[in-house]
């Protein structure tokens, strides 16, 4: 069985229950670069445990490379083994686990998905920033800043949902603000990036939209721009309170 599994957004405690037992009986795992290390920590002691995460203009030859190495691995290691390819956040949400069940399936492998907690929801929600509130937003869309052509030129069909929710934003904040306020958004929306959400070293940068490209901010990081960012400063104190008490 090969299982195709989320990591969850970093850290260990967020797993779900059945990735946990899995990983602490896995025999190969290979995982991708947003896997946490703490998550790592859970992987069997006497598991292969191998680093396969992209590169920049190597994308699709890592991923060829990524389909053998499932298919000798699970070939070699026989049908009782516990093969995990780990992803970070959910496997289906931009991670490309789809794909890579396909080709499993195509090349006769019984393939098992693990769901995992997305970044996209859980690490705004976690640090202050839900995706809807009532009266204030009534739906959101999770997209993606950067695709295999570099920049999302369909974009602009997104710019009306309250809240957008983009994955893989950094390297094109400036552009992507450009187009959101040429297709009809507010330079002085608020937006936010998340950056390391739900890790030790989580920053939040909270800006405006016509503001974005100059956020000081690296990947990896999640970007939310619509009105339920300014929830954040009245969220914040308390959890933080709660937390003290």
Known sequence: MIYVMGAGPGRADLLTVRA???LAKADVVLYDRLVSSEVLEMVSPGAV??????????????????HELLDQYARAYGPQAVIVRLKGGDPMIFGRGAEEWHELAQRGHEVELVPGISSSIAVPSLAGIPPTFRG???????VTGHTREGFPEDLKRYAQVDTLIV???????????????AAGRSASEPAAFIENGTTPRERVVETTLGELGRADVASPAVLVIGAVVRLREQLVPLVAAMAAA
């Open 20 to 22: 946990a037992r899995l």
């Open 167 to 181: 994955l893989m934003g950094v390297k094109h904040r400036a552009r992507i603000a450009e187009t959101l306020i």
């Open 136 to 142: 204030l937003a009534t739906g959101f869309a999770v």
């Open 49 to 66: 445990v191998r680093a396969v995460g992209k590169e920049e203009g190597r994308q699709e030859e890592i991923q060829s490379e990524i």
